[in-house]
């Protein structure tokens, strides 16, 4: 089945850690985004980008790395510098067929805890 | 800059009633508007979107919205709510960069019996 696969469901980080969330997805879509979710706040836009070898920052990128190397594959990491990391991070993918007019097909997400 | 509204943050609604989810947006042109749901600690899932046409877009699990520009609404129904309806809403805009979405700050939807 096509989809979006996100590791781990559940991260912990200790302070002053760098840690990677995972993002694969084998729908064949050149678009990938991360986004953060907070209670209450909705989804922000961290990172997207729209070809391979290609990124452009979203509204709250600082603290953040992405990298895209591999049509399939948009890693997050989240760096010492995010002093409130703790959040639920979903990614999602979508063809460029018809631009943003294309549906974003989600993960299921990863909840990043700070111990 | 563009903008999405949800009023309201939490509605309860008993099964078998109606519901209106409210959804106003801030766009100078004409918007592509989606609305998607999200059950606790899962992904979003899409329930229909609006790019241009009928104003009454129909959408997956017995939903539809209707498009106001006049209002600079998308407001989101369905006429009789089901126990599994129960999750969180968001409707979203594209931003004007035509790069990535723009996300209300979501609805969540209870359901009593």
């Known amino acids: 089945d096509g989809g979006i696969t996100q590791s781990p469901k559940y991260l912990f980080r200790k302070e002053g850690q760098n840690v990677t969330l995972s993002c694969e997805q084998n729908?064949?879509?050149?678009?990938m985004y991360w986004y953060r979710q907070d209670p209450g706040q909705g989804l922000r836009l961290i990172y997207y980008?729209?070809?391979?070898?290609?990124?452009q920052k979203g509204d709250i990128a600082e603290g953040y790395s992405v990298s895209r190397e591999k049509k399939e594959s948009f890693p997050l990491t989240v760096t010492s510098a995010q002093k409130n990391p703790t959040a639920f991070y979903l990614c999602?993918?979508?063809?460029?067929?018809?631009?943003?007019?294309?549906?974003?097909?989600f993960g299921p997400g990863t909840r990043l805890l700070v111990l | 800059a563009q903008s999405v509204t949800q009023p309201d943050i939490h509605i309860t609604v008993s099964e078998g009633a109606s519901l209106e989810l409210r959804c106003n947006y801030s766009?100078?042109?004409?918007?592509?508007l989606f609305w998607y749901v999200q059950s606790p600690g899962q992904g979003l899932q899409l329930l229909l979107k609006?790019?241009?046409?009928?104003?009454l877009v129909q959408g997956i699990k017995g939903f539809e919205a209707e498009f106001k520009r006049s209002q600079s609404s998308f407001n989101l129904r369905k006429p009789s709510v089901h126990w599994s309806d129960a999750a969180e809403y968001f409707c979203?805009?594209?931003?004007?960069?035509?790069?990535?979405?723009?996300f209300g700050k979501g609805t969540t939807l209870s359901v009593s019996s």
């Open positions: 999602a993918s979508s063809s460029r067929r018809q631009g943003i007019r294309e549906t974003q097909y």
């Open positions: 729908l064949n879509h050149d678009a």
């Open positions: 979203a805009v594209v931003g004007q960069a035509g790069t990535a979405l723009i």
């Open positions: 980008s729209q070809i391979v070898n290609d990124f």
């Open positions: 766009y100078g042109a004409t918007p592509y």
């Open positions: 609006y790019f241009s046409g009928d104003t």
